[in-house]
């Protein structure tokens, strides 16, 4: 069965460093797609990166990385110089497809990050 | 000039209530959804629709009902209120494949 995993419920960072939140994932199709995702306190979902299986480059939007090891199954985020607004919940999904029609994101438990001042 | 828009944002009401809420998208995608956030924020599907037809129903209770009238709106009835319905509701959509893949703000339903 499609799977993710975030080992880390919680993470504290200090601000201006970097952080990787941790996120493996376990699927038996070829093609597929990983999401990361931000849900601070006010409860929307903003998106943040994303990496197909079939992309050679590791995705990057502005602070953000994605470290995508296929062979190891992993997809972590990387947040460089880490902002007290970065503070949030933070979570990695997967889509499968281009067969899953129906579209739908598996969602790893999330990882709360905190940034000190 | 919201890309997914869902109202009500919260919604407070009786057990053994009906109540409905509604989602519209204006990113010309093909697929919308509904998700459930349950108290410890695990994300799960409930439903999808593609292009108006019903492609998941992720084993959820009958009493909840989806309604697509449209491509570009999805509406999420649900009868007959249960404590147990308390969460956070998104509604998403996406293109069939691909990274576009967007959340509105959420409803947080709370049943009392």
């Known amino acids: 069965a499609q799977k993710i995993t975030q080992t880390q419920p919680g993470m504290f960072v200090q601000e201006k460093e970097a952080v990787t939140l941790d996120c493996t994932y376990d699927?038996?199709?070829?093609?597929?797609?990983l999401f990361w995702y931000k849900q601070p306190s006010s409860g929307e979902m903003i998106f943040l990166i994303y990496?197909?299986?079939?992309?050679?480059q590791n995705a990057t939007e502005g602070r953000y990385s994605l470290n995508f090891q296929k062979a190891r199954k992993s997809a972590n985020l990387v947040i460089s110089a880490s902002q007290l607004g970065d503070s949030a919940m933070y979570f990695c999904a997967m889509r499968e497809g281009p067969n899953n029609q129906g579209g739908k994101l598996i969602f790893g438990q999330g990882t709360e990050l905190s940034v000190k001042p | 000039d919201t890309a997914v828009s869902q109202t009500p944002k919260y919604l407070v009401t009786q057990m053994g209530n009906d109540k409905s809420i509604k989602c519209e998208q204006n990113l010309g995608h093909d697929t919308m959804y509904w998700y459930k956030q349950d108290s410890k924020k695990f994300l799960k599907i409930m439903f999808s629709?593609?292009?108006?037809?019903?492609?998941i129903n992720e084993t959820v209770p009958n009493r909840f009902s989806p309604k697509s009238p449209d491509k570009a709106h999805l509406n999420l009835h649900i009868n007959s209120l249960e404590l147990g319905d308390s969460a956070v509701y998104f509604c998403?959509?996406?293109?069939?494949?691909?990274?576009?893949?967007?959340f509105g703000s959420g409803t947080r339903l709370t049943v009392v």
């Open positions: 699927t038996s199709d070829q093609s597929y797609g």
């Open positions: 998403a959509s996406s293109l069939t494949t691909g990274k576009g893949y967007t």
């Open positions: 990496q197909g299986s079939y992309d050679e």
């Open positions: 629709y593609n292009n108006k037809e019903l492609i």
